[in-house]
């Protein structure tokens, strides 16, 4: 009789709560889902030895995106679920079926996973399509894209999306990467470089190509997308300030920014989880990390403050958001965990 009870409550909550449900569904195939995006994995490429390309279906429930923007994707790693973000470099007409470049990085633990075990028929975890590094719908007519390493994906998107369009204006891409065997896209950039409007050069950093320099852009287009590691952005950006366009660019960044440093004496007091019950002494790093530390699994994503999966509520005491240096100590403010530090005694509602 109890046991009939218990599977009773478990179905009146499954009721009510559809990620519950999913959780039920996912028992019988984890690509039938309620309210879950997911996708199952239709094909897998090693076209280099630091990348994994891989095609995606996703379920019913995705809605489409932009070029340009980013899904987060969770995939469970020796039996934990871990998300990170990755820009589909698909054309946004192609809804259907997503692919994904992911490089891999000597201690990531994503993307080596990825890289070393993903396989045709697993099922990842998808959200919808956030983020703003995107064209306007209005398309302007001489675009730049420049691209160093992973930062390929989202601007490959907006080529491949222009492409579709049967875009009139003119496309320069630029791209920066180690060298010859380390450009997955290489053939196909080659081909759509072929067209009358697009114009595609590479640059082997590691074969004797120079770094990014204002020589490497005639005209600075009427729209430009710069995405890559921190230093190709500084100079692209200082490129455009100097002649005059920065509003013209726009820029994204895959790797968490530099955090600034608290102030002395700012990694004291403790940091209390109430929800859990559980509790940290302040070590100075962020609550986000300070949380995995100890033993909790909070939602997260990017972990750089883009995707907003980390906001929980800061019932009381005083954080640091650690991009801009700002403190705030308002009771029952929803902060992010992952661009949050403690300052003192600090009280999380997770
Ligand atoms: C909006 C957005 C879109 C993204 N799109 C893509 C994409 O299309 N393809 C892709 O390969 N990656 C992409 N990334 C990066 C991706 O989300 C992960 O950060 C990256 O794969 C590393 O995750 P990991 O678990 O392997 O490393 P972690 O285990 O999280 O970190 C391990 C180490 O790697 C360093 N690290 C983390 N990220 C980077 C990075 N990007 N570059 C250099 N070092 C890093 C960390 O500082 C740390 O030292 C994107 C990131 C963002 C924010
Ligand atoms: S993990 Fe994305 S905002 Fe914190």
Redesign the pocket.
Known sequence: MSRLKNLAGSVIQAALSPHAVDRYLELVDPMVTWTDIRGRVVSVERRTDR?VTFTVVPTRQFEGFEAGQ?IQVSVVVAGVR?T??????TSAHQRSALE??????????????LRDHLRAGDVLGLTPAA?T?TLPQQRPRDIRLISG???I??VLSILRTLVDEDHTGTVELLHFCRDESDNPYRSELEQLGRRSNVAVRYVYTRSGGAHFGPADLESLGDLAFACG?ASLLAAVSDCYADRGGADRLRI?????PALTAGADGEATGTLTFSETGASAENDGRTILDQAESAGLLPES????G??FSCTAVRTSGCTRNVLTGDTDSTPDQHIQLCISAPVGDVEIAI
């Open positions: 990348t980013f871990h990170r973000c990755f820009s589909p470099a994904f470049t992911v490089t891999s990085h000597d201690d990531g633990l994503v993307s080596k996973h983020g590094f390493g992973s930062g994906t989202p590691p994204e960044e895959f790797r968490p994503g990017c972990r750089m883009i995707c």
